[in-house]
């Protein structure tokens, strides 16, 4: 089956944590279920869950940390 994309739901930076200090909601390699937040996307400084529509395991983001991203872009991609 081919990979599968997590998208941004709107514009706006993309944080692969919920503070500077944190770890990351996920990384490379894991198991992602229908639901879990894979990052945050702010937008005029509210920011916003990324949710994974999908379950599998992540294979690679994208984008990278800080990135700015557009809506509908994709940020992650799964594996089965």
Do not use: C
Not at 13 to 41: I, M, N
């Amino acid at each position: 089956m081919a990979d599968r994309a997590i998208k941004s739901p709107l514009p706006g930076t993309f944080y692969r944590r919920s503070a500077p200090d944190a770890d990351p909601f996920v990384s490379e390699g894991d198991q992602v279920e229908v639901g879990d937040v894979v990052g945050l996307v702010e937008i005029m400084k509210s920011f916003h869950e990324v949710k994974s529509e999908e379950s599998g395991v992540l294979a690679a983001f994208v984008v990278e940390n800080e990135d700015v991203v557009e809506a509908g872009q994709d940020i992650a991609t799964l594996q089965d």
